[in-house]
């Protein structure tokens, strides 16, 4: 019998002529090496000689590897496996979904409206196409479909990923996956703005950031995933021994595809989940912000509900949720009751929630009296509902109430700032936005019915979509009922979101417009937005607040700032090799009326297939029409980048930035020129440049490095590799990563990545005449152990994957 080496059985190989080390190492090799090309691929073995290898020669043969049809799906898509499966934060959840469906396809000719919605890179105008198209008859392969009318290249190829044209063989298929993920750094770089803090506590001996993920599912029906997290700096389970330490570990269970009474049910969720619907406006429950969040393209909003074990820990939901369709009709209900971190007053009430990374119980100095984490329990009921009018046209409504076992009272004064921070809230000119913190929800409240209730929140909100050939229209109405009355709405916080998209093969526009008020406080608000909520108030300044973890009130919320503005987005292709794409946003910061413009143009030429150029121009700035106000600044940026394409997927990319921020000269900042010779304190400009080069190497088909060096000085933005980083300083730095992925079998892998900073130190003394300004000698010196005069950083990233 002729055996196959890349597809016999282990029983099988045992049967060669050959010692038992020399038969394992042989399994090993095709394991953890990869398949045999040539039968000539023995001799790389160590144990296996020139005699073993004629005596084995003539009874084997080389073929392609047989795989199941997921496996073979996986195998084929593995570059985007492995993009994905590395995701953090605001697209966890959903590319996990995807990854499922990449496995577990499902039949195009069956797939419903919004699960096509929920796809990656389908716009409503693809989905709305693919469904007319299903009316026309059977889709039975390819050419079938990407000959549908106005569905788009980009729509076409991205669906193919997730999609089949014909009943398996088999529907139901058990598999799953694990992940670990062990690192030294913050899901948030920082607790605060405060970078001494931040030094301070990564100089400390902390736990490391830890993530665990089990999932199992049986087909695409019956599904339990579990997961468990810990922050950096969190206690570790061995030395935890109150509620507030314990890890916090997420699970569901969720069941689809059942029908009662002429129902269907969509799903049934038992557990953690994630309830996201319409433009974001009214409820999606992430922790996590993503700017402009258009729901197209990499922005991509996924609408429904469904289980959650990302790493949202604040505004994740926990409970039960069902999704049911009835003829036209889509609904959803939801019920949770979880515990949540916020801000506990001396009263007993809470001024606000606050997402923490890593979760402080009484802040990073203990400087908090009462406890953070778990403080306010949550009772939260919820649901949606759709009436399609005809394939991709619709209304709808949300609304969701939430009660609280404390009542929501924010003292701001009292709680949150130090006696520095009194002063200046609402007074300082560099916090203009205070408004919004003063506008925040407040609630006292009692009912017969929930006798534990002491406050409340209501939300409630409209959405349509409609699709007319290659053009979709879409917007979101919601208030939120502030005078805990349904029938008078006058006095109601709004926001609204409307935006209109077209699209061809070669050209895309979208349009979009929001208007939030200032009092429009929903925590599960994740709408359009530029900024984050509370960007340009004195919660930016730890320094003001009694803790420094008591910044994440801003750099931790994933609420919108209230804005009203206007974006627009367009992507042309000019020719084969010339790509040209444009955006802007103009709006006005509600809470001070302050005014502001982004413009960003790119355009991406291609003189041949494996060369490319990349530039990107950004205009950026505040007020700049207004010649009085001291908020003005200006920002332009350009990034230079280009792209070489090698063999083997070997790539090489070099990049050139350079930008320059333009302030208002503040005159009382800066020191006499006739005292001090040349002024060292406040400056007009802030500069920053940088020059590096990223190397992809795929040693073999198992195992690939990624490299990057680059040197600069000011602010900073960068991709790296799985990562987004942003740095600033203001000496001359150099900055380095190296990135180690290996398949070390079919469905085992490893990703491991090593990032370190080497900047001149800062140490804030000015040309060695102090005591002008009245510091002596004595009054500071630097020590290695002050953060001003460090000068090198490093963090890791190890990830490993098992998939079966």
Known sequence: MIIDLNNASEQEINQLPATPTQLKDLIDYRLYVGNFQSVYDLLKIESIDYETFIKIKPLVRISPTILEESGKRIEDNYYKVEQWISNEGASESYVDEWIDRLSNPVNVNEIGMFDLLNLSSVSPVDAVAVMNRQKLGEIKNRNDLR????????????????????????????????????????????????????????????????????????????????????????????????????????????????????????????????ASFGQGVTMESTDFFMSRKTGYGFRKRVNGISGDISRTMEYGLRGAAVEAEWKKLLGAGFISLKDRDAVVNDDGSFSTFITMYPRLNYGLYDSIPNPMIKSVKELLFGGNVKYSIFPGTYIGGTIYHSYYNRVLDPQIKATLLNSSGRG??????????????????????????????????????????????????????????????????????????????????????????????????????????????????????????????????YSGTAQPQAEKGLYYSTRYQISRSLVATVEQDIWQRVADKAQFSRMVAQIDYRPVFKLRFRIRQKWQ???????????????????????????????????????????????????????????????????????????????????????????YQGFLWNFEDTDFRVFSTDTQSLHGWLTVFSRLSQNISLRMKYSFDLHEPMTNIIDGRNEVIGVTDTDYYPTVDDPNTQTFYSDFRIQLDYRF
């Open 147 to 274: 000959n549908t009318d106005n569905l788009s290249y980009y729509g076409f190829s991205g669906l193919e990923d997730f999609i089949r044209y014909d009943e398996p063989a088999t529907k139901e298929r058990f598999g799953g996956s694990y992940t670990t993920v062990i690192k030294n750094i913050t899901l948030s770089q920082t607790p605060s703005d405060d970078a001494t803090s931040f030094l301070e506590f990564k100089s400390r001996n902390v736990p490391l950031d830890t993530y665990h993920k089990l999932r199992l599912h049986w087909g695409n029906d019956l599904k339990f995933e579990i997961s468990t997290m810990r922050n950096l700096g969190e206690p570790t389970i061995e030395k935890s021994w109150t509620k507030a330490d314990l890890p916090e570990i997420k699970s569901f269970f969720e069941i689809r595809n059942l029908s009662l009474l002429g129902i269907h049910l969509n799903q049934i969720i038992v557990g953690d989940y994630m």
């Open 424 to 553: 200046k809230y609402m007074t300082q000119i560099g916090n203009s936005a205070d408004s919004e913190i003063e506008a925040s929800y407040s609630s006292d409240w009692s009912s017969d019915f929930l006798k534990n209730a002491r406050s409340q929140r209501r939300i409630y909100g409209l959405e349509f979509m409609s699709v007319i050939k290659n053009m979709s229209f879409q917007g979101e109405f919601a208030q939120l009922d502030k005078n805990e009355k349904l029938t008078d709405v006058k006095d109601d916080p709004k926001a609204y979101v409307l935006s209109g998209y077209i699209q061809f093969d070669n050209f895309n526009f979208l349009l979009l417009y929001r208007n939030y008020d200032l009092e429009f406080d929903n925590p599960y608000q994740r709408s359009f937005s530029n900024y984050q909520r509370f960007k340009g108030t004195i919660y930016e300044d730890s320094y003001y607040l009694k803790d420094p973890v008591l910044g994440y009130l």
């Open 621 to 711: 700035n505040r007020d700049k029409t207004n010649e009085l106000t001291s908020s003005y600044y200006q920002a332009n940026e350009t990034r230079l980048q280009a792209i070489m394409r090698l063999s083997r997927y070997d790539q090489v990319s070099i990049l050139y930035a350079i930008n320059f921020t333009q302030f208002v000269p503040r005159s009382r900042l800066v020191y006499s020129a006739d005292d001090l010779g040349t002024s060292y304190v406040g400056n007009a400009g802030s500069p920053g440049k940088a020059l590096g080069m990223t190397v992809t190497h795929n040693v073999n088909e198992r195992i690939k490095l990624i490299g990057s060096l680059m040197t």
